[in-house]
């Protein structure tokens, strides 16, 4: 049993994927600054913010589609915003009974509900095609090029190498009780059993699948120090960035910059 | 000349009481191959991890629950001897999915000579080599997860081959292959020009692979000699839960 559709890397010949993943990581966390910083309300900076990731989604060659797909992730973070409609404002726009309660909304709320909105977005975005243009290892790497800690950095790798591992453990532990989730021939006896006996089907698995996670950790701390492990992380140094890569790094961040003033200047 | 393997009258108790090994000896010459087999719980992992320095023979005070000495190239293994010990055997274990724990399989096999304190392309070079001699020279770029039982075992030996090891430790190398897989492994075993200490319950190629075997039930070593008469003492086989292949 082999799990593939969690691994988000979508290989594909393209500019995008090609880029050092260093300068992706940086310009991808830069993108996600400037939207976040640009004013409430600079609707042409967004939909200006809106064709650079919609160009370099193109660029990518991971489709649009998929693109837009994978960024619906943003829709339930949006609901969080929804409250801001009607506690922030003056202007009246609407306003309905809610039991003894009567909900105003307002046109000031409304903006910056949209710009809250438009902003996640936007981010997700951004994050969609680090992820989906970049492998995970790749990824590691321009972590430690942007000095996140070492630890950190390792933490992250064990943790995706492992978590693949753990779940196709799960699924085989889902795939055993289904194997042995008969029916009787008699119809008098309800299969499935009762509620209660299934959450304690369902918490005994999960507690099994903790044990294993926990004595695999064992096992793979004892494969690491047999290779000479000392507590400290190590790693190779890291190869040089190549001037077209901070070409594309320089003018990916004067053109953020450029956007963020625009914004600044008009709205701020 | 020393012994690759030296270990003299070891006993061990895991912390919960446990007794795994009973003054156990056990002497491997440069360049032997021997197969260590018996049943489950008979303490053939647990010697295993003794010669890596992961379990620790009680050479100080703080370890009471064992006695005994083991040797490994002439070094004794204790506290302070761990780095060199650990560069001189490799110890592969049962799972590759635990030996593997880097992102990439080069990660994995440049983990053992980074550890060393190798420059850069010298690790490299290891590498190589190492992937070379498992002749999986294709796969440094690969993940570890998309690789396959047979492939993962491969990087597995490969993570210690380039550390330059002496003594080459396998704990159940055959276990979970295909017949295709089992085979071309038992080829590459068989090109290794290393001493070799293997635990395993495939007898069939302990008799291809190793002229010398080493029976353990319930922590003691019964049996050590030749492979060929082991395997002919049916009522020995037997009484230790052994099948003659």
């Known amino acids: 049993m082999h799990i593939h559709f969690l691994d988000p890397f979508r290989p594909r010949l393209s500019p995008v994927h090609a880029l050092d993943p260093r300068v992706k990581l940086v310009l991808a966390l830069a993108y996600i600054l400037t939207v976040a910083l640009t004013p409430v309300g600079a609707w042409p900076v967004y939909f200006l913010l809106l064709a650079v990731i919609l160009s370099v989604g193109i660029l990518s060659a991971l489709g649009l589609g998929f693109i837009q797909r994978r960024a619906l992730l943003a829709l339930p973070f949006m609901l969080a915003a929804v409250p801001i409609i009607f506690t922030n404002g003056e202007t009246a726009l609407f306003s309905f009974p809610l039991g003894t309660w009567t909900l105003t909304g307002y046109a000031e709320g409304l903006a910056r509900f949209a710009s809250v909105a438009l902003k996640s977005w936007l981010s997700v975005q951004a994050a969609v095609v680090l992820a989906s243009s970049t492998s995970f290892p790749d990824l590691l790497q321009a972590m430690r090029a942007i000095r996140i800690p070492r630890l950190l950095v390792a933490m992250f790798g064990l943790m995706w190498r492992y978590l693949f591992v753990l779940v196709d453990e799960a699924l085989r532990l889902m795939r055993a009780r289904a194997a042995r989730s008969g029916q009787g021939a008699e119809a008098v006896h309800r299969s499935g059993g009762s509620m209660a006996w299934q959450a304690r089907v369902a918490g005994g698995m999960a507690g099994n699948l903790f044990l294993r996670a926990f004595e695999r950790s064992d096992r793979i701390y004892m494969a690491m120090v047999a290779r000479g492990y000392d507590g400290e992380i190590r790693s190779l140094p890291l190869s040089a960035i190549g001037s077209g890569s901070w070409l594309t790094l320089a003018g990916g961040l004067i053109l953020l910059i450029l956007l963020l003033l625009f914004g600044f200047l008009l709205w701020g | ?245």
């Open chain 2, 1 to 245: 000349m020393h012994h690759s393997i030296e270990v003299q009258n070891l006993s061990f108790a895991y912390p919960d009481g446990h007794v795994a090994l009973r003054e156990v000896s056990l002497m491997i010459a440069p360049c032997e191959k021997v197969a260590l087999v018996g049943p489950n719980g008979a303490g053939k992992s647990t010697l295993i991890l003794h010669l890596n320095g992961i379990l620790l023979a009680p050479t100080s005070k703080a370890h009471t629950t064992g006695q005994g000495q083991v040797t490994v190239c002439g070094m004794p293994v204790e506290e302070k001897t761990l780095g060199r010990v650990r560069a001189a055997v490799g110890l592969v274990f049962q799972n590759p999915d635990d030996q593997l724990f880097s992102p990439t399989v080069y990660d994995d096999v440049a983990f053992g000579p980074l550890y060393q304190g190798l420059p850069a392309g010298e690790v490299d070079a290891r590498v190589a080599s190492a992937l070379a001699a498992v002749r999986m020279e294709a796969y440094a770029r690969r993940v570890s997860h998309h690789l396959s039982t047979g492939e993962k075992k491969r990087i597995a030996i490969a993570t210690v081959l380039s550390m330059q090891p002496e003594v080459l430790v396998l704990d159940e190398p055959t276990a979970g292959l295909d017949p295709r897989a089992r085979r071309s492994f038992i080829n590459l075993l068989r090109d290794l020009p290393l001493t070799m200490l293997v635990s395993s319950h495939d007898l069939a190629m302990v008799r291809e692979l190793f002229p010398r075997m080493v029976i353990m039930d319930e922590g003691r070593v019964v049996a050590d000699g030749p492979t060929a008469v082991l395997l002919q003492d049916e009522k020995l086989l037997e009484a230790h839960g052994l099948e003659k292949p």
